[in-house]
């Protein structure tokens, strides 16, 4: 009875309302990073653009991409169109096979990849990418260890949260063996106690300290994202990139740029290294990769790498890899990034974004710093500009709130408010929702 029941309540889905969609996800599903009795989720329905329309018919505006995903914006058509002549064609591919969209995106890739990155290993998202990349650093230096910054975000899977730095790491530990953590360019905040006047870089050569602690012959892989990405949007020093790249070259290490959240556009380049000049040994990235249409992501290596693999056997398999429909999403959706420019809109709208950040932290003095690179940023919010301490959850919980009930949707993680909206925005949308999330801030 209790199936027939359930059944009747899904064939009914397209008339449920807003309330009905929630309780049965509450109900069945669970929802991630969060205390199940305090889940509030949006009923999402559909979405155009930059925004999307939940059950009831009102209408956000998104400012996080759905989690700093959806590049392109909402219901692109070139995409769909992509994706609905492949499921008519083909759906699924033993990964063992080849296919035309698994290699024409590989090339694609490898054509907008820095230097000579140039032959992919294909997974469906940025965690199992991460634990790919580690393995095949194992496997081409023959070392165990790799490091990994405090600050950072790697994913949830068991080696992507060993690698990661957060605080979602200790309580599902222990993680994989052999992962070191080392502190991060947080100029904001500085863990060794500087200003930016009075800065040595020590975040740069504490690392190279390490790695001579750790022993350098231990390590295969220095891991770190391209630009900090939900911890904090922490940008980088100029120099920072191209002296760990000297220091890695130094001892053998490999270099591995976790570009899941960074490329694709989102700091106005296709990749975030691009800014400092600097070619990773490895890039993993995801989610701009199909810009979240469907589930895929990528291990980028050097031909280094991809010839040490010729004659030896690769440790490496999942079975949904190069899937033929995400592949077949990645290409329309690189072609999306190339016809209608939005790598360009993200570098010159990020300079507009970047003037008005400033410009609403001199009128808020809880807005205690803000970070930006293309339309990649956050402001970080505290009670005290002098004492720099961070606002409560509780009163953070009021800006979500009035975000929500003035139709913006956006991240925020503790203290930050993160303004990471589609890279397909106008500068018109980019003040409007500009504007919504300082009338927030301004009730702090």
């Known amino acids: 009875m209790k199936i027939k029941q359930e059944a009747a309540v899904l064939d009914e889905t397209k008339k449920l309302s807003a309330q009905e969609v929630i309780d049965l996800n509450r109900k069945y599903v669970f929802f991630s990073w969060s205390v199940q009795k305090d ?46 002549e492949q499921a008519a064609k083909l759906t699924s591919a033993h990964p063992g096979n080849a296919h035309e969209p698994k290699g024409t995106l590989g ?24 634990e790919n990349a580690v393995k095949m650093a194992r496997l081409y230096t023959g070392r165990n260890k790799i ?47 500087h200003t930016l006047q009075t800065c040595h870089r020590e975040c740069i050569t504490s690392i190279e300290d390490v790695i001579q602690y750790e022993g350098p012959q231990t390590i295969a892989a220095l891991i770190m994202e391209g630009v900090t990405g939900s911890n904090g949007i922490l940008v980088p020093p100029d120099d920072y990139w191209p ?7 130094k001892y053998g290490i490999l270099l591995i740029a976790d570009e899941v959240m ?67 999403a990645g290409i329309a959706t690189i072609n999306v990034y190339k016809e209608d420019h939005l790598i360009e809109n993200s570098k010159a709208l990020g300079k507009v974004l970047a003037r008005e950040l400033e410009a609403i932290k001199g009128r808020h003095p809880v807005v205690g710093d803000v970070r930006c690179i293309g339309l990649f940023s956050c402001f970080e919010i505290v009670t005290d500009r002098q004492t720099k301490q961070p606002m409560p959850d509780d009163r953070m919980n009021v800006v979500r709130k009035k975000l929500a009930a003035d139709g913006l949707s956006t991240f925020i993680n503790h203290n930050l408010i993160f303004a990471c909206p589609p890279l397909c925005i106008n500068e018109a949308e980019l003040h409007e929702g500009l504007k919504i999330i300082e009338d927030a801030i301004s009730i702090l």
């Open 39 to 84: 889940v509030a989720p949006i009923p999402i329905e559909t979405g155009k653009g930059i925004y999307f329309w939940d059950k009831a018919g009102k209408r956000y505006m998104d400012f996080s991409s759905q989690l700093m995903n959806l590049n392109i914006g909402y219901q692109n058509p070139k995409v769909i169109a992509a994706i609905q």
């Open 243 to 249: 002296r760990l790249r000297e220091i890695t070259k």
């Open 262 to 328: 960074s490329g694709f556009g989102r700091t106005g380049e296709w990749f975030a290294v691009n800014h400092w000049g600097v070619t990773p040994d490895i890039i993993t990235t995801a989610k701009g990769l199909t810009s979240g249409y469907l589930p895929l992501g990528a291990v980028v290596v050097s031909d280094e790498i991809a010839r040490f693999f010729e004659d030896k056997y690769l440790y490496l398999g999942l079975t949904y890899c190069g899937h033929v429909m995400s592949t077949a």
């Open 147 to 193: 490091i990994a910054r405090y600050r950072s975000y790697h994913g949830a899977t068991y080696g992507a949260i060993s690698l990661s730095g957060d605080y979602r790491r200790p309580p599902v530990e222990p993680g994989i063996p052999g992962v070191v953590h080392v502190f991060d360019p947080y100029c904001y905040r500085c863990p060794f106690g």
């Open 107 to 130: 090339n694609m890739i490898a054509e907008v990849a820095p230097g000579n990155l140039n032959k992919v290993f294909y997974t469906l998202g940025g965690a199992d990418a991460n």
